[in-house]
């Protein structure tokens, strides 16, 4: 008769990465370079994903993580602001979202889907690390 071991993986596993994800967040904005685009306001879709630091959480505080609705907050915050390029948003929200030293990279994508008839959309899209 074998004998039965027992593995107990929980001590062994570890995250090799943990990424917050923010999907087709829809805003309206005056937001553009051309005049017509800063007379009304038009839809912009974020996609982000923030790559976080590998952490054991304890699940009894918003402390603890990279909070979304933070995130979110600040996105709306920029956006009120006039800005005239995609590259632009992107950078800011980016540089805003590095000052939280849990996060290493971040990938954003941002949409104008009302921006050109023929198209669903035109954007931006762009992934940074972070400089240690």
Known sequence: MSEKKIIHLKDNISSEEEIILINDLMLNAKFGFYEYEKLKEQKIIFNLKLFIMPKIYEDKSLEEIVDYDQVINMIKK?????????????????????????????????????????????GYEVTKVRNF
């Open 78 to 122: 920029i956006i009120s602001d006039p800005i005239n390029f995609l590259e632009t948003l992107a950078d800011k929200i980016i540089n805003e979202i590095f000052k939280d030293q849990r996060v290493f990279k971040v990938s954003i994508k941002i949409e104008k889907p009302e921006a050109i008839e023929e198209c669903k959309s035109v």
